[in-house]
Nanobody, 123 residues
Framework: QVQLVESGGGSVQPGGSLRLSCADS????????MGWFRQAPGKEREFVAS????????FYGDSVKGRFTISRDNAKGTIYLQMNSLQPEDTAVYYC????????????????WGQGTQVTVSS
């Protein structure tokens, strides 16, 4: 049973950085691909990034490519999302997800979700 808990959200000025963490308290983490999504008010949930279970393969949404980095520490049961050069359009609730099928880009492809953490980028 995957039990995901995100942390690290907050408020930051444009151009700033944040690092999100997602821990699996269910201890099923290490063999699962993981991902990050985000959802802004009034918008659909959007794919941000994903990583294979080894961490050797990563994939990013076009809007964050070159600014965000996904990584994982399987020994700690945690994945991370390093977010640099944040802009107001990055404001959203960020969710981590586990155990995908299909294309991985569609939220419906992922079976386990955390509760989300708010990221607000504003001057």
């Amino acid at each position: 049973q995957v039990q995901l808990v995100e942390s690290g959200g907050g408020s930051v000025q444009p151009g700033g950085s944040l690092r999100l963490s997602c821990a699996d308290s269910g201890r099923s983490f290490s063999r699962l691909p993981m991902g990050w999504f985000r959802q802004a008010p009034g918008k659909e949930r959007e794919f941000v990034a994903s990583t294979s279970w080894t961490g050797s393969s990563t994939f990013y949404g076009d809007s964050v490519k070159g600014r965000f980095t996904i990584s994982r520490d399987n020994a700690k049961g945690t994945i991370y999302l390093q977010m640099n050069s944040l802009q107001p359009e990055d404001t959203a609730v960020y969710y981590c997800a586990a155990d995908p099928e299909g294309s991985w880009l569609n939220p419906a492809d992922w079976s386990s979700w955390g509760q989300g953490t708010q990221v607000t980028v504003s001057s």
